[in-house]
Structures are given as structure tokens and as C-alpha cells.
């Protein structure tokens, strides 16, 4: 049996998806939690943020798009290339030779993974050109994305503890300095934008 509970998070939406199976005995301890939001939740905004991003370089996302014969892509960002300027919108930054950059600037969407704080998320992001900032030579392509849906899974039964993960080697501060660079232009290319 599938038990649906809906409640309110700072006036936006966030469901909760609980199952269980259907018995006279107790009901057992659910193995899967869904959580669908439309607002990134708190310890993901705060992965977001442009800070600290010496202490999150070893974060990866999958960034999943479908290239012109319906394959779908992979591409790893890190902290450096990811930004939410407010709870619904997600900044990116890639090199303008990937495969994900065509995909997006053709289809408009692409769906954002990584694992926090023990859950599997998966966000569908409807995904717009952002204009670069004043003064940004990286040659990099920015991207806005908006929350189309979302959810994060997590069972009780087993903790994740990691997705996909980078380790910065020789070169840490160079990217770490990138990085830096990088989140300075998308912060200022998002406040642009919300002008």
C-alpha cells in the first residue's frame, strides 16, 4: 500500500511519498522515502552557494542531457561550475565544446543528479542562456535553470554515502582558483539577470 502525505515547506510544495507493504501485522519500516519539492531543500541550497568550495571539491553532480540521435549524455560538474542564486533557480557554467552546452542550448532541459545528505536527487531543469558578466574572459557558456520538478530518494534500510566524486590532484589550487572565478561570474551574470 502507498501512503501519500503532502505538506507545506515555507509555502511551497514538498510531498512525501511513503510505501509500505499492506499486512495485518505492524506496518513495517518503509524502504523507500520520496521527497518531490519545487525549492531547493536547505542542506542543497547551502551546497549551492558559492562558499566554502575548498571543503566541497570532492562534490559531483551528473548533468544528464539527450544529444541529436536520443542518447543521453553525461557530464560531470563540480561545486565550481554550480550556483542557486535563490530556492528555485540553479546556475551553470560549462565549456562551450561540450556536449551538454549544444544539448541544452538546443532541447532547453536537462536533468541535474548527485547525492546529499544521504538521498539520491534528480532535478529536471528547464534550462535558458544566462549572458555572461562584464569582464568574463573564461570563454565558458552560463546557463539559467528553473526547478521543473524534483525529488530526492533515500531508504532506511541503507545509507548512501556518495554518488560520483572528484578528487582534485596536482592542480587543487589552480582549480579551487577557477572555481573561485567561475561562481564570481555566475553570481554576477544571476544578478544581472534578475535586473
Not at 520520496?34 to 553532480?61: C, H, M, N, Y
Request: hydrophobic share 40%; with cysteine; charged share 25%.
Amino acid at each position: 500500500m502507498r501512503a501519500i502525505c503532502f505538506s507545506r515547506h515555507d509555502g511551497h510544495l514538498l510531498t512525501r511519498y511513503r510505501t509500505d507493504a499492506m499486512s495485518d501485522s505492524p506496518a513495517p519500516e518503509r524502504p523507500l522515502e520520496q521527497i518531490v519539492f519545487d525549492e531547493w531543500p536547505d542542506a542543497v541550497r547551502a551546497l549551492f552557494d558559492g562558499t566554502s568550495l575548498a571543503s566541497k571539491a570532492r562534490f559531483t553532480a551528473s548533468l544528464l542531457t539527450v544529444d541529436t540521435n536520443g542518447h543521453v549524455r553525461t557530464s560531470l560538474l563540480g561545486v565550481g561550475e554550480l550556483y542557486a542564486p535563490d530556492s528555485r533557480t540553479l546556475c551553470l557554467a560549462l565549456w562551450p565544446q561540450a556536449r551538454a552546452a549544444r544539448a541544452v542550448a538546443r532541447e532547453g532541459r536537462a536533468a541535474l543528479t548527485f547525492v546529499c545528505e544521504a538521498a539520491f536527487y534528480q532535478v529536471q531543469l528547464r534550462v535558458a542562456p544566462l549572458a555572461s558578466a562584464a569582464g568574463d574572459d573564461s570563454g565558458l557558456v552560463y546557463l539559467v535553470g528553473s526547478i521543473d520538478t524534483a525529488e530526492a530518494q533515500s531508504v532506511r534500510y541503507a545509507r548512501l554515502t556518495s554518488g560520483v566524486t572528484f578528487e582534485l590532484e596536482e592542480e587543487r589550487e589552480t582549480v579551487l582558483d577557477r572555481w573561485e572565478r567561475q561562481i564570481e561570474h555566475l553570481k554576477q551574470a544571476a544578478a544581472s539577470a534578475s535586473r
